[in-house]
């Protein structure tokens, strides 16, 4: 049987490509918590609360972007179960998301690196925080309330325009208007839970 050499490996070939950027699990608000643990512990329940609210809400956007309207239908108007009640979910006394910082729910700086030479002439890097002119939708807490917000803000106007009785099964005014005002109330709510996190900017 004829066998062949391996060429030996030449230096280029033992060369391993260099790892463009470090791989990192924590955002900037992370960076900026380091050091106090209670303030990390608060952050990781408010993104983790913020990925489940993304999640439903995503569905929904998702929905509404693939929506055909059929016979004058409106996406609010088939989605309108889903809409109030992911609105009613985010008003519950239990949780008040009106004492959430506004950096808490979007994106307002990121991560950037600085490189420095070590005693042995070594490339060390260090991360930091660069503040953002414009903030982004990071964890999306605050999009996906305001978000919310413009959903149900249809369907009362669909109320509106169609009359009371349209949300009763029987058409009853009665239990229409009940409908009408807990909506209107939960609007209030909810409008008020995000003027409040965007006025809040405390650290």
């Excluded at 106007?157 to 909506?183: I, T």
Aim: hydrophobic fraction near 35%; proline fraction near 5%.
């Amino acid at each position: 049987m004829e066998t062949r050499e391996e060429a030996p490996a030449t230096e280029e070939q033992n060369e391993q490509p260099e790892v463009a950027e470090e791989t990192m699990d924590f955002d900037a608000v992370d960076l900026m918590l380091h050091g106090n643990l209670q303030a990390q512990i608060r952050y990781a329940m408010i993104k983790g609360l913020a990925e489940s609210l993304d999640e439903k809400a995503q569905l929904l956007i998702e929905a509404e972007s693939n929506f055909e309207p059929q016979a004058d239908e409106s996406f609010a108007e088939i989605a309108m179960p889903e809409i109030e009640s992911m609105a009613q979910a985010v008003i519950e006394p239990w949780i008040d998301l009106s004492k959430l910082r506004f950096w808490e729910t979007c994106q307002t700086a990121e991560i950037e690196w600085e490189e420095y030479k070590d005693e042995n002439g070594g490339t060390q890097r260090v991360p930091y925080t660069r503040p953002l002119e414009e903030p982004k939708e990071g964890n999306r807490l605050l999009a996906n309330l305001e978000k919310i917000h413009l959903w149900l803000e249809k369907v009362h106007h669909l109320h509106e325009e169609k009359g009371m009785g349209w949300v009763s099964p029987h058409g009853c005014p009665e239990d229409g208007q009940h409908a009408y005002d807990a909506r209107r109330v939960c609007l209030e709510k909810l409008n008020a839970t995000i003027e409040a996190i965007r006025s809040n900017f405390d650290l």
